[in-house]
């Protein structure tokens, strides 16, 4: 039976960065991949941060593959017919560039490329369907009849992780999860930047809720590759299981909607996608590892819609790299020399940017989702009527702005407070009325 | 425009498929019939899952499987059991 000291299962990002940690480490590696190519499972959902790219490759931008420059980054609300959007377009990441856009399929090709040649053994097309334990930990995976020994096998296997789940780690709480469908539409690079008014090799990164998502909560975003335009819709899981919505049909409302189909028509479908995702990661820290394994990036949780999961998932690989080597000038793989993995992780931004986003994805179960039809209707209220009133000539009592933003909120607020608070806000706004009428007429 | 809605084959038909002759869907069909609301056939996103009324009996096809797993997670009577195909088997997208 062979015997490696790392296996480290899936070679995205997470899985690739790691390898290339434990190979600089000297660390004899072997990546395990089950597509016949890294990256072929994988779809990109949104923007590719560098930062942490950066620290592994620092000339990452001259090689590899990457689509735009995201500078122009937005933030997107609709309704039926309407549209809402809050864009920032900022010069210093035109110049400086810190996010991109890529294809994942073939930036983890590149990037399981960059891993093999620190001496990484890639090995492509196998799936680890188990893994070998002893003792209660893991010494080894299995690729359906062969067996390879490790010292430490990392989980870098994704969202439903293989490894985590048979080495007793994982547990599936579905309410974070979210299904994402994307659609990749070509169309002439000139024509993407005359409509979406942007700078050559610049790309339009917007993300969004509304229509035709918000009854489940759900989100979307749009982003322009070199020659193409994706955009994804994300529904919750459970919403799914719950109200029977189909995601496909929600695809096509939301291609239909008239801003939307503004950006996108004559376009061509290249390709359809779908892949699940979790929202909010895991910060049950003494479930990242055991005895012989390590689970990072998504395997991990660490991934949310909110802070992207591929630099987090780097990171995490990174340190998960470390730990190895700790625990090799140890000398031993158990959970207790492993368990530096954490120590590691608090090291880095990583568990505070998980707890906030996982705080935030809880919120979004809790109650923003069930309340998002009544604030976007009521966002898209003031935004129009302080429009509206602002013109209304005939009204002589035009002051009704400070309702409207109330009732963005009034579905948080606590159902016994809700009557006099209502009344407050009505008795403010028409006594601000009435002053500004006084104050008009002694003036004018 | 979009005066028609695509059918999900058409979609399909640009994702590229490595087909194994192995399944890697398993349904335990029989109790599908009492199934309350049926999610699968809805939350699929290659509708791979459809019902057919003469049986009254659940259709798979597992060829073209995207791979998400969502309806490991939706079944409510956890009678799909769902894993990754093969090693280099399944969904290869290209433009992911």
């Known amino acids: ?444 | 425009m979009a005066d028609r809605k695509p059918r999900i084959d058409e979609k399909l038909a640009r994702v590229a498929f490595n087909i194994d002759r192995e399944a890697h869907i398993t349904v335990a069909k029989e109790s599908c019939p009492g199934c309350p609301g049926r999610p699968c056939l809805s939350a699929c996103p290659a509708e791979n899952y459809t019902w057919n009324d003469e049986n009254d009996a659940l259709v798979f096809n597992y060829e073209g499987c995207m791979e998400c797993g969502t309806c490991r997670f939706i079944c409510p009577l956890d009678a799909i059991s769902w894993s990754y195909p093969r090693g280099g088997f399944g969904v290869a997208y290209r433009w992911g």
Not at chain 1, 22 to 33: C, S
Not at chain 1, 122 to 140: A, F, H, N
Not at chain 1, 174 to 182: A, D, I, N, P, W
Not at chain 1, 257 to 283: C, Q
């Open chain 1, 1 to 444: 039976m062979d015997r490696v000291e790392c296996v480290v299962v899936g070679a995205g990002p997470t899985g690739s960065a790691c390898a290339i940690g434990l190979a600089r480490k000297g660390i004899e590696t072997v990546l395990v991949e089950r597509g016949s190519q890294a990256g072929e499972k994988n779809v990109a959902s949104f923007v590719l941060f560098a930062n942490v790219l950066k620290t592994i490759i620092p000339g990452f931008a001259d090689e590899a593959p990457l689509e735009r420059i995201g500078s122009d980054t937005g933030f997107l609300c609709l309704r039926k017919d309407d549209m809402m959007e809050f864009r920032a377009k900022a010069g210093v990441y035109y110049e400086n560039p810190m996010i991109y856009t890529a294809y994942r399929s073939r930036f983890d090709r590149w990037f399981a490329s960059k891993a093999e040649e620190e001496g990484v053994e890639v090995v492509r097309g196998m799936l680890v369907t188990d893994v070998l334990t002893e003792g209660g930990r893991v010494v080894g995976i299995k690729v359906g009849e062969d067996e390879l020994l490790a010292d430490v096998v990392v989980a870098a296997d994704g969202i439903h992780s293989i490894v985590a789940r048979q080495s007793g780690l994982y547990e599936d709480d579905t309410s974070r999860y979210m299904l994402g469908v994307k659609e990749v539409l070509d169309l002439p690079p000139d024509v993407i930047e005359d409509r979406f008014g942007l700078r050559p090799g610049e790309a339009a990164v917007k993300d969004g809720w509304g229509y035709p998502m918000s009854d489940v909560g759900g989100l979307f975003t749009i982003y322009t590759n070199n020659d193409s335009v994706s955009i994804c819709l994300f529904a919750p899981v459970d919403a799914l299981k719950a109200k029977g919505v189909s995601l496909r049909d929600r695809l096509e409302d939301f291609k239909a909607h008239p801003y939307v189909s503004s950006l996108i028509k004559e376009s061509r479908l290249r390709e359809y996608e779908a892949h699940i995702l979790a929202d909010g990661g895991r910060i049950k820290t003494d479930r990242l590892y055991s005895g012989g394994v390590l689970l990072c990036g998504e395997a991990g949780g660490f991934n949310s819609t909110m802070w992207i999961g591929v630099p987090s998932g780097m990171l995490s690989g990174l340190k998960a790299a470390d730990a190895v080597a700790a625990a090799k000038r140890l000398g031993r793989y158990d959970a207790d020399a492993l368990s530096c993995y954490v120590d590691y992780l608090y090291e880095t931004g990583l568990p505070r940017m998980l707890y906030n986003a996982r705080t935030f994805s809880d919120f979004m179960v809790k109650s923003a989702r069930r309340h998002m039809e009544t604030f976007t209707d009521n966002l898209f209220d003031f935004m129009t009527e302080s429009i509206l009133e602002e013109v209304n000539f005939f009204e002589p009592e035009p002051y009704p702005s400070l309702e409207k933003a109330y009732g963005m909120f009034s579905d948080y607020v606590p159902r016994w407070l809700e009557p006099p608070l209502r009344l407050l806000v009505r008795g403010v706004s028409k006594l601000g009325s009435w002053y500004k009428k006084r104050k008009i007429r002694r003036t004018v």
